[in-house]
Structure formats: C-alpha cells, structure tokens
C-alpha cells in the first residue's frame, strides 16, 4: 500500500503508533524512511484539526538537530498528512520501560547526555516563542545514532509579542504544571515543570506525579511534594535541580537558559568536562564512514568548544564539554 504526496509516492512499512488525532506510519520514498502522519478528517472537528495543521507550521519554522524535521503537509479530501523525519530507534518511554523490567538504573552518564540534548531542544522552541505543552518521554525520540529528538508538536501554543501566556488546559495529566490544572494562564515555564518531571522518571523509573485516578494525580501535582532520587546512586544536585524545576509557583522556575547552565554546571560536578575530551574518555561515541556527517554532528551546539576529532570514522553524539 502506498500514499501519495504531491508527486511523489510513498510506501507504507508498517504503523508506528496511533494517538488521539491520527496514526503514524514509517513510509518510504526512494530508499529514505520518513515517519508519516495521517489524519482522517471526517473524524474531527475543525478545531481538532487546526492541532494538525499548527503542528506543521511550527515544524516547518524549526532546523535544529534535536527537533524533529518536517518534511512537507498535505491535504486531501479525507486525509491531512504530515511527512517527517523517521527516528529509527526507539523513545524514552521504551528506555524506560527496558530498564524497569530488567530492575536496571538507566547510567548516570546516559541520563546526562539524554537531558543535554533535550535542553538544547528547548532552547530552540523557547528562542521561537514556542511552548511544547506536552512533554513527555512518549514524545522524547532516540534515533539510530542515538540523537535524542523532540517531537509531537500537535498542540504547541505560538506566543505574540502581545500575549506572553497561554490558557488552554491541554497536556498529558501526569507531567501538566499546576498552573495549567488550575486553569491559571501559564508560560513556557511549563515545559519547564515537564523536563523536572522527565529527569525523576529518568533516574528513578517512576513516573513523578502518579496516582490510581485523575483526582489522585491532580491533587499530587498541586498540593503534594514531589519524591526524592536516590542520592546513593546519582549525584545530589540532580535532586536541586529536580526541586527548581518542580516549584509549584512557576515564577520561581528558572527559564531554560538557567536550566542549561544548570546541567552544564552538573557536567562538571560529572567530570563530564573538556578534560575528559582530553584524557580521551569521550563520552558515547559511533563509528560514521561520512566525514560530512560528522562535521555536521559536531556543529550542533552553536558556541561551544570542541577538542577537534584526531580519528578518522568518529562521530561525537553527545557533547558535554562548556
């Protein structure tokens, strides 16, 4: 079976996943994979599906190596389509998932490169004047080189220069910010709030804010303190920065340029520096054949230093040197 998009056809592999709105397919297109989005219109209501077609133009206004990349949307009369780049990998839901069930903490080393990466996600999105609204590890992907990409865009909020806060309830219940469940006007600070929660769940394979029915979860987020990681097994400052970024009252959240730093800082504290590019203990690393690739890799975070690669077929996935 196979899908047209303008001129070109693309066959369809296998579904990958199917959320509220729509499914998604792997499809291919001269020897590429791309992930697709199909929605059925007669399905949904207009509003429903302008998710779709803001996901799309938001995606469109994006070129960063940890977002995912949209290719092209299209429209028929009974399908919306969104073409983008295929994750060959896996999400972070699934790492955790794999780690719960062998009873196995995911590497310290590991969670740091994931949540670096993440951060310069944000950084990108917050730079637009974009708010996410609904980070996840459903929605963290991990491609084949073991990039770690955000993704599901579907019901990201633009902010005008005239309206600095947004004030649809919208979001996954367990990682929305107690302004948001409220139903207070909120800002970015609230993909700030979710990244606190992606941290716990990453270091300790529990979801943050849990509870057998909604009222449950609602109440934790609101009025409950969040748990604690097990400072024998990671460093401390995992739970400051955890406790930061899960304030109840979202002014006293640090933006994600604070956060940044926050982790970069943490790096160090990790030995996670440049003298560790020096001592050749680079962290995760590949084997390329594509020097252009490579390059192209090593240029991901704009203004940092880079010990330049002595080695030929080394591709750096996760820079952690200030």
């Known amino acids: 079976m196979s899908i047209n998009l303008g001129s070109k056809e693309y066959k369809i592999i296998k579904e990958l996943g199917r959320g509220a709105f729509g499914k998604v397919y792997q499809v291919l297109n001269e020897n590429k994979y791309y992930a697709l989005k199909k929605i059925e219109l007669i399905e949904f209501s207009e509003e429903?599906?302008?998710?779709?077609?803001?996901?799309?133009?938001?995606?469109?206004?994006?070129?960063?190596?940890?977002?995912?990349?949209?290719?092209?949307s299209s429209k028929d009369n009974e399908f919306f389509y969104i073409l983008m780049e295929y994750c060959e990998g896996s999400d972070l839901k699934q790492l955790i998932k794999d780690h719960k069930s062998k009873k196995e903490k995911i590497d310290e080393k590991t969670v740091y490169s994931i949540i670096?990466?993440?951060?310069?996600?944000?950084?990108?999105?917050?730079q637009k004047n974009l708010i996410h609204r609904d980070l996840k590890p459903d929605n963290i992907f991990i491609d084949k080189y073991?990039?770690?990409?955000?993704?599901?865009?579907?019901?990201?909020?633009?902010?005008?220069n005239n309206d600095k806060y947004a004030k649809s309830i919208v979001g996954t219940n367990n990682y929305m910010a107690p302004e948001v469940i409220k139903g207070d006007k909120y800002n970015n600070k609230v993909d700030i709030w979710a990244l606190g929660c992606i941290i716990y769940e990453l270091l300790t394979l529990s979801v943050c804010f849990e509870s057998k029915g909604l009222y449950g979860i609602i109440d934790k987020i609101v009025n409950k303190p969040h748990g604690k990681i097990d400072t024998n097994k990671y460093n401390y400052k995992w739970q400051d920065i955890i406790d930061l970024l899960l304030k109840k009252d979202y002014k006293k959240r640090p933006d994600i340029n604070e956060v940044y730093n926050l982790i970069i800082n943490l790096g160090n504290e990790l030995s996670l520096n440049k003298q560790d590019f020096k001592n050749n203990a680079i962290l995760d690393i590949i084997t390329s054949n594509n020097k252009n690739s490579r390059e192209k890799k090593i240029k991901i975070l704009n203004g940092e230093e880079f010990k330049k690669l002595e080695n030929e077929n080394v591709d750096i996935i996760y820079i952690t040197c200030k």
Do not use: P, Q, R, W
Request: charge should be negative; hydrophobic fraction near 40%; proline fraction near 0%.
């Open 116 to 126: 670096f990466d993440i951060c310069l996600g944000i950084k990108e999105i917050h």
């Open 48 to 72: 429903e599906l302008e998710l779709y077609e803001n996901e799309a133009k938001i995606l469109s206004s994006i070129n960063n190596a940890h977002i995912v990349k949209y290719y092209d």
């Open 146 to 160: 073991k990039m770690i990409k955000i993704g599901d865009f579907g019901i990201s909020k633009l902010l005008d």
